[in-house]
């Protein structure tokens, strides 16, 4: 998902990165994306639906397993050629899925996105660490409308009805 180009944060630190979301089985290899990249060419935007009462299945089955000892299914990480990639299962995407959606539905609701600020509204659970301690790292999934933000309409006001203006009857 080329993320760079997308809106400015309005805080935090670091460069801005495209995501790149993989199945651990395929192999890939992040030092290989690069290449992979120039071969993919300009992609045509798509929209596909989603069946929201399996990702909630694999979410919660997801859940049930990180929760026993010994489990393996995690989502790992690794930024190479300003790409983040994450690397899992369909159980622990599922999971992240539920994040991103949270997002998406209460994010226009948070107090001060209809101004163009910037709204924390949920991460990425189960993100495993590196080895060797220190700082762990998160990644937070922020909510921010694109300007101009007069077109932007709050959650419950239906968006074909305008309001009145002084000068309508």
Known sequence: MPLRDTVPPDEGQG????LVV?????GLR?????RLRRALGQGTSLTVRTDEARTGRDASAWR??????GCRDELRHALHARTFFLFGSRDVFAEAATSFA??????????GVTQGRLAM?????????????????EVLICYKAYPPY???TPPGRSARRRRRTAASP
Request: glycine share 12%.
């Open 15 to 18: 460069e801005r990165v495209d």
């Open 30 to 34: 992040p030092s290989q994306w690069p």
């Open 64 to 69: 049930e397993r990180a929760a026993l000892p």
């Open 102 to 111: 949270y997002a998406a539905g209460w994010g226009p609701s948070q107090k």
């Open 150 to 152: 007069a077109h932007f």
């Open 121 to 137: 509204v949920s991460a990425l659970p189960g993100l495993v660490q590196q080895p060797g301690g220190g700082h762990p790292h």
């Open 22 to 26: 993989a199945h651990h089985s395929y």
